[in-house]
């Protein structure tokens, strides 16, 4: 598996702004940037572990284990998005295999399949499944997935939403502990910055980790959901005995026009 390029710079890119607006606010002195914004454990443990005890509570602890395999998940190029001439070539050769021997030739290519998707609606068009019932188990089977990755994501901007609510709590805590010294004026302004620090700390878990995590999981279901729909199309069109040309260019509307060109060049040289 390959890293995601755009995560990793995006990661770099965000997190390395912050540090240099930080560093430039405190005049180009480290140790003065350290204290003022890294070395704040209260603020963190408020802030951070706060927001992660409340979006515990909010999901079942089955669906909270999965939270590792989420981040990874982001972090991992989408296959999917880069795979669909592959995907479409791989369809139509098995399209042609049904047109030239009939569909149920393919029974012995499923133990070759790696996808279980593709295998399962091959399986189910040599068992000579009806179209509509094959077309409803693997619908079925497109929603829930999309309802698991829905679930991920809403694990993640569940995070994001209680961040910042957690940052505000730490302001209050810090605001009182700062109005309970009034009497000395020379401690109010660095009390002041304490206490502020909490509601940065939240907005950052929110806006510059969780939130685009979910968007880049969002990207990667919409790209397993045409991916499968590029699927269901052919395994209907193949159990139908349509021609493997048309159903070629049929699968091809589903793609952007590069691979579409991609295609057109390849089929040229046949």
């Known amino acids: 598996m390959k890293l995601d390029l755009s995560t990793i710079i995006g990661m770099i890119l965000g997190c390395g702004m912050v540090l240099m607006g930080m560093f430039l606010s405190s005049g180009g002195d480290i140790g003065l940037l350290m204290a003022l914004y ?14 992660i005890g409340g979006t515990i509570m909010s999901y079942p602890l089955a669906k909270i284990k999965r939270i590792g395999g989420i981040f990874a998940q982001s972090a991992v190029e989408d296959p999917s998005n880069t795979a ?3 995907l479409i070539e791989e369809l139509v050769e098995y399209a042609t295999e049904a047109r030239r021997n009939g569909v149920l ?13 593709i295998k399962n609606g091959i399986q189910l068009a040599v068992d000579g499944t009806a179209p509509e ?11 829930s997935l999309q309802r698991r ?7 993640i901007l569940k995070w994001a939403e209680l961040a910042p609510a957690y940052g505000m709590i730490g302001t209050l805590v810090g605001l009182i502990a700062m109005l309970a010294n009034l009497s000395d004026p020379d401690s109010i302004g660095p009390a002041m910055a304490v206490a502020l620090i909490t509601t940065m700390y939240g907005s950052m878990v929110a806006n510059m980790f969780c939130i685009p995590l979910a968007g880049k999981l969002a990207q990667h279901t919409k790209s397993e ?8 199309s052919a395994i209907l069109s193949i159990q139908n005995g349509d021609n493997p040309r048309v159903i070629k260019h049929k699968l091809m509307t589903f793609t952007d026009p590069a691979t579409r060109e991609a295609l057109k060049a390849d089929e040229g040289e046949g």
């Open 133 to 143: 019932h094959i077309e409803e188990i693997m619908e079925l089977e497109l929603e």
């Open 225 to 232: 959901v045409l991916r499968k729909q590029i699927i269901i």
């Open 149 to 155: 990755h829905e679930e991920n994501q809403d694990i």
């Open 38 to 51: 890294i070395n704040q454990p209260d603020s963190a443990a408020i802030t951070i572990g706060g927001s």
């Open 105 to 117: 030739a393919l029974d012995a290519r499923t133990e070759e399949i790696e996808d279980e998707f």
């Open 84 to 86: 669909y001439k592959e």
